[in-house]
């Protein structure tokens, strides 16, 4: 009976959004309100506790908001501007195929933010994009999400290691390199078949013939890319630590993956372009614009985003001249919930679109016009996250009990590891992916498991570190399918309403990714 109320908040997101194909608004909703119940007459949570958790899931949406608005807002300035036209005509001159495109801005440009920034960021900024070069909302929604998956162990300069891992009792700067070095040595594996992941999604949902061959036709050239990112990764990590991987294996990896696809290495002689939306426009005026001054936002963001996390007086700074963040809610210890408001992405993104009005020389109505049209389109959008938000509060913070029952999270690890003992390694990953799902983050994830996956691997005698680094693994897959990332990825493109259908498309590929790097590393262990 616990364990089926603690998966309840599994359970009603799958069914009402999945299956019954409800949008997030009322799914989640219904789905919030089962759990709060079943946390109060159930899992004994007091009334008090249950109000906090929902006020802090409120505040945590806002500052979701606060991204996405910047997300939205910066492609709508750009729009005016004619930025994003010009943009598209530089990838259209690099490769008019589409396949080759997704993985050049989904999977490696989406990369270089994720390492930068993190949050759920790349999505909201890559989605639309691919829906201004002519994919359709879905296709670019779902695309955008599998491609950010390698990158997330490694993403805001390494945090989902560094803090995620950070409870542990031998948490330290040398834990965190060998399992950043031994994540990138699995990702071999598994993430240099995502550039593949993605054709094959594309060609297989969106292509107008919904098969693979033209998928394998492109095989040569997306493993060629794959295996130059994850192991330029694998690289970084052993030589350089944690914290820049994502950015420099993307970075190599652009510069690869263009000068390759220009020259047609390995490329198919004809450009694919079947998933092309019918509304597609096509671009055929000289541009006005250098491609550089279109790009300079986009290089603003990640230069901005490096800056403030990575020179000290600048982070001290934008962490603390506006912090918004409430401590203590409701007077209850340890529920709480930081919004440092300049250190945020969303201050990133609406600074950049700010800068490309005056790079740009254009009239500042652009961007009032765009401030007005992305809030509106964000309605829907804020009443899901914050019935997501809530679900996912009470169900981290279910510890806080009066029955003295553990928090729903470690009870659903303990009960799966006695299940499974030294075949831990195979679940792993898929407890990381759990985490990511209910409660959108892979820091966090890591955070609420790495302890119990720690406590496992002693129990089994399994090697430590393998399985920690699964958890990671696992969490950044997780990114593919967490509620509250599908809420925002189909919001930026205006699918608000359809994010049932957005995780049927990532679904398979998340569960394929954790179930690879279990069955790798289970291989290893047998033979090495």
């Not at 009402?16 to 089962?34: C, E, N, P, Q």
């Not at 192991?231 to 914290?243: N, P, R, V």
């Not at 699964?470 to 967490?482: H, K, R, T, Y």
Request: with cysteine.
């Amino acid at each position: 009976m616990l364990l089926l109320v603690a998966f309840s908040a599994i359970i009603t997101p799958f069914v009402f959004l999945v299956l019954l194909r409800m949008s997030a608004k009322k799914g989640m909703f219904l789905s919030a309100l089962i759990v709060l119940t079943l946390a109060f007459f159930v899992w004994g949570m007091d009334g008090k506790v249950i109000v906090a958790s929902v006020l802090q899931g409120t505040h945590k949406t806002l500052t979701i908001l606060f991204i996405l608005f910047g997300a939205i807002v910066l492609l709508n300035t750009l729009r005016r501007t004619g930025a994003v036209d010009r943009i598209n005509q530089g990838f259209r001159s690099i490769s008019a195929d589409m396949r080759v495109q997704v993985i050049i801005v989904a999977f490696l440009f989406g990369s270089l933010i994720e390492g930068a920034s993190g949050f759920g960021t790349p999505a909201a900024v890559t989605g639309p994009l691919m829906v201004a070069l002519g994919f359709t909302p879905m296709a670019a929604a779902s695309l955008a999400l599998i491609a950010d998956s390698s990158a997330v162990s490694y993403g805001a300069v390494g945090t989902p290691i560094q803090i995620g891992l950070s409870n542990l009792p031998n948490a330290g700067v040398p834990l965190y390199q060998e399992i950043g070095a031994q994540v990138a040595f699995l990702d071999l594996f598994t993430g240099t078949f995502i550039p593949f992941v993605l054709v094959v999604v594309l060609t297989l949902f969106f292509g107008k013939k919904k098969g693979m061959k033209d998928a394998f036709e492109l095989f040569p050239w997306a493993f060629f890319v794959g295996i130059i990112y994850t192991t330029s990764a694998f690289i970084y990590a052993t030589l350089f630590g944690h914290e820049f991987v994502a950015i420099l294996a993307s970075l190599t990896g652009l510069v690869v993956a263009t000068t390759s696809a220009k020259r047609g290495f390995l490329l198919p002689k004809s450009a694919w372009k079947d998933a092309l939306s019918d509304d597609a426009v096509k671009v055929e005026e000289q541009p006005s614009m250098s491609l550089l001054m279109a790009w300079s936002p986009y290089l603003i963001i990640v230069a901005l985003l490096l800056v403030t996390r990575i020179i000290p007086f600048v982070k001290n700074a934008t962490m603390n001249w506006i912090d918004l963040t409430w401590t203590n809610i409701l007077g209850v210890e340890g529920i709480s919930s930081s919004w440092e408001v300049l250190y945020s992405p969303g201050a990133v993104l609406v600074v950049a679109a700010l800068l490309a009005i005056v790079l740009q020389r254009t009239s500042f109505r652009h961007f009032a016009e765009a401030s007005k049209e992305s809030v509106q389109s964000m309605k829907d959008a804020a009443v899901a996250l914050i019935a997501t938000l809530a679900l996912v509060q009470v169900f981290t913070n279910s510890g806080f009990n009066g029955v003295d029952l553990m928090s729903m999270p470690e009870y659903i690890a303990q009960t799966l590891a006695g299940s499974f003992g030294p075949m831990w390694v195979l679940v792993a990953p898929f407890l990381g992916e759990l985490g990511s799902f209910i409660t959108g983050s892979a820091t966090v994830s890591t955070l609420t498991f790495s302890p119990i996956q720690y406590t496992i691997a002693h129990g089994t005698g399994l090697d430590v570190n393998t399985v920690l680094s699964l958890q990671v693994i696992g969490a950044s897959a997780g990114n593919m399918i967490c509620v509250h990332n599908v809420v925002a990825a189909g919001a930026v493109v205006g699918l608000s309403g359809k994010e049932g259908d957005i995780i049927r498309k990532t679904l398979g590929p998340a569960l394929l990714y954790g179930a690879v790097a279990g069955v790798v590393a289970l291989l290893l262990s047998l033979f090495m």
